[in-house]
């Protein structure tokens, strides 16, 4: 037997992972029978027994046979649809668009099922068969976004987590892991790398340390319990690429994915796209695309149509007493600065500098009030409808120059600047590190993080239009922790 070279620290726990999944699979099955069951009895009530008018005759015994139906008609189609496949679950928009498109096909079915296996004279309403289809997506739909939000606790205690190994301890294997790591809800536990450089033992990130060289992948794999691999293809050697990518891993026991290498250069989304039988990557211009953008779009332009139409007197009363306190000054500045892609635009504010006859640091009441409360930005509205800012997003950027890491300014244009951004989840100016949550929150985007953003902001708003608050100062230095390199030049240029 050849020699394995590797490195362990301690005993590994035989993993109960893949008996928890078929617990999950077997519970959403239940679940979803339950639903379906509960949404046709459900539109039965409404439009059969009385709550809409119904005056044709009822064959309760034939529509309590298509109830019966149903039920494994819905589950068999969400299984074709892969509704009770690990990837489908827990992450993204995926799962509800499969719910989707499963009750749809199903109550199709279901319909050509009556029309071709007539029973008598049964002829079921059509507005109970359009109740049903609505109702069945609710309540699926809505029945998943709560187990999510429960496994998703469980994902703390280590539930529900695949063990991986990474193979390339590069700049691109070190990110992944640390996205992971940093997200408790990932579902993903590093538990080792394997390299062909780095020497067998060396720590990597925080505890995580090479275990191995990719040769001895199979061998790694069993002794740390590893429910996936994931390969970094440009951080091994081709030889070792070449061997890892041919071998069978279901043999093993564990998943093989590959990653292009690129994590930290592209957090715009990628679709695969085949073109004669050949894969290729088609690489979105915006990380937020398909469903996803729709929703964003819904949320910024009908949130922001409503607060702009509640805001307006409150605006045009503000804009008034700043004409009137300096009346040469002009009461909206314009700041160009760069939006989604590098594209630049003009970012409106309620001008607060103070006016030529006072101290360049010095601002009137007016001015540190809307200063202080931000609503100096509401003027920002109009760059939201006119689809330049979004309400939640990273902050707007007025220079490019002086960025010293590429990759984290294309990431950050990969969405549109917002209003307000996770550095208001606490207090403005709070976090000691505010560029890493905008990068995480651009990574990491779903619609279910823009609303508490939207609802803490809303409550701290009110807090700060209190007479007498004053916003809490911090230390010059975790002022400015968050500029890269320690450039404290770069102030200037990020736009609070």
Excluded at 332 to 341: A, E, P, S
């Amino acid at each position: 037997m050849r020699k394995i070279e590797s490195f362990t620290t301690q005993p590994i726990e035989s993993s109960t992972n893949r008996r928890q999944w078929h617990a999950l699979i077997v519970v959403l099955l239940i679940l979803d029978a339950l639903c379906v069951l509960g949404s046709l009895t459900l539109a039965y009530v409404i439009r059969i027994e009385g709550l809409i008018p119904y005056y044709a005759t009822v064959n309760d015994a034939a529509y309590r046979n298509l109830v019966i139906l149903a039920v494994p008609l819905f589950l068999a189609c969400f299984a074709i649809l892969g509704l009770y496949q690990r990837d489908n679950l827990l992450g993204g928009i995926v799962e509800y668009k499969q719910v989707v498109k499963g009750c749809t096909a199903s109550l199709m079915l279901l319909v050509v099922y009556v029309v071709f296996a007539r029973v008598g004279d049964f002829d079921p309403s059509r507005g109970w068969l359009v109740l049903s289809w609505a109702l069945s997506i609710a309540m699926v739909g809505t029945m998943r976004f709560f187990v999510r939000r429960i496994v998703y606790r469980l994902r703390e205690m280590r539930w529900l987590t695949s063990r991986v190994l990474i193979v390339g301890a590069n700049d691109q294997g070190v990110a992944i892991a640390e996205q992971w790591m940093s997200n408790p809800y990932s579902g993903m536990q590093v538990v080792g790398f394997l390299d062909d450089f780095k020497a067998v033992g060396s720590i990597v990130l925080d505890n995580i340390r090479v275990i191995g060289r990719p040769s001895a992948l199979n061998e790694l794999s069993r002794l740390y319990h590893a429910d996936e691999v994931i390969v970094i293809s440009t951080a091994v050697a081709w030889e070792s690429f070449g061997e890892l990518v041919t071998r069978d891993a279901k043999a093993q026991d564990y998943t093989l994915r590959l990653s292009p290498g690129f994590y930290e250069m592209l957090t715009t989304g990628v679709a695969v796209t085949t073109k004669t039988f050949v894969p290729l990557l088609t690489i979105h211009d915006s990380r937020i695309v398909g469903i996803d953008a729709l929703l964003k779009s819904v949320l910024d332009y009908g949130l922001g149509i409503l607060l702009a139409l509640v805001s307006l007197p409150f605006g045009l009363a503000i804009a008034l007493a700043l004409k009137l306190r300096n009346p040469h000054a002009p009461v909206l500045t314009h700041t160009r600065v760069f939006g989604r892609g590098g594209r630049p635009f003009s970012m409106l504010r309620f001008n607060t500098r103070p006016s030529p006859a006072q101290q360049p640091n010095c601002r009137g009441k007016l001015e540190r009030w809307l200063r202080i409360t931000g609503l100096d930005k509401m003027p920002q509205l109009w760059n939201v409808l006119r689809g330049q800012m979004s309400l939640v997003g990273p902050r707007p950027r007025a220079s490019l120059n002086r960025v010293t890491d590429m990759h984290t300014m294309h990431n950050l244009q990969a969405v549109k600047p917002g209003i307000l951004g996770p550095w208001m989840r606490n207090d403005h100016l709070a976090s000691s590190d505010p560029l890493h949550d905008e990068l995480s929150y651009v990574r990491n985007w779903q619609i279910w993080n823009d609303l508490p953003i939207l609802f803490e902001t809303a409550v701290v708003l009110f807090t700060r239009m209190i007479p007498g608050y004053k916003r809490p100062s911090r230390p010059a230095e975790q002022e400015q922790a968050w500029l890269p390199s320690g450039d404290k030049s770069l102030k200037e240029d990020v736009l609070y």
